[in-house]
């Protein structure tokens, strides 16, 4: 199955239900009211996009339409493109659906640093795995350096994904400072000339203070070892915990200045929307969505890709 129709296999009961919605709320031919808007705006958040979202796309819908004859294709076009300009954001971030790495920033000489935090169980350490896959199977010299130190059993894992990718990992025994992991990852893809060194950090939820100042340390040993680094710092985020896990990972997301999502688990929910409330609430691109527990089960987001998957018939 190609890649377009996987999502929209997974997105097929958010893309029903807005279907459907659509075509028994707007017929064409009748004149679209006031009304037809209010509930074309309920239903939109009841796909989890988040209300602000939702009053954004109804309001392009009023500026456009309000008052005319319906025409249906001209109404998606206007909801499909309000969605794409939602989900592309203003970060400049370079979309190519034919490039599975094309939103990652990477160095222009020497290795590319790509740190990824996340709270635990979120989906970290599996989409570290299939990060280091994607680059892998691009041709990429990957690098791991097992930075969650305080669980051994992330440690274990990562060692048993980059045995079945087939890549280099740097791991340390429990308990290091997690900064020297990330100094020794760095110092691994420098030494082997490898293209790529993804740095896992812990996941726990300590205080504030505490995961700053161990970031902020995270930081200077990459940037010291490899100028410019960290390149890109990616957040993932559970796609089926909603707003709670959100309001977590803003924290998190402040902390290590994130450029891009990872949002994992996409399969989990059958509410798509939510990938358009993320994106607005935390004012950070989405770079990729896992769905599924499988090496192969991360995708590149695609903006465009993701609207017509979403409005698809
Ligand atoms: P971590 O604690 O954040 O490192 O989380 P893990 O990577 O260990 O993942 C926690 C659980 O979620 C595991 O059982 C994974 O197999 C599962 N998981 C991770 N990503 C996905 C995904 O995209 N889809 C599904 N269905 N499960 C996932």
Known sequence: MGLFDRLKRGLKKTSQVLKTDVRDLFKNGEILTDDHLAEFEKRLIESDMGVAASMEIVEELRKKHRGRTVDLSEIWKTVRDKLVELLKGDEGVNWDPNDELSPLNMAQQGPTVILVAGVNGVGKTTSIAKLANLLHQAGKKVVLAAGDTFRAAAVEQLTMWSERIGCDIVTKPSGTDPASVAFSGCERAL??????????????????????????????????????GPHESLLVLDATTGQNGVNQAEVFSEIIDSTGLILAKLDGTAKGGIVIA????????????????????????????????????
Do not use: S, W
Not at 217 to 228: A, F, L, Q, S, T
Not at 288 to 299: A, K
């Open 278 to 313: 993320i994106r607005k609430k935390m004012g950070i691109p989405v770079k990729y969505v896992g769905v599924g527990e499988q090496i192969d089960d991360l995708q590149l987001f695609d903006p465009e890709q993701f609207a017509d998957a979403l409005i698809a018939e």
């Open 191 to 228: 030494e082997t000339g490898a293209d790529v060194v993804i740095i896992d950090t812990a996941g726990r939820l300590q205080t504030q203070k505490n995961l700053m100042l161990e970031l902020e340390k995270i930081y200077r040993v990459i940037g010291k070892k490899v100028p410019g």
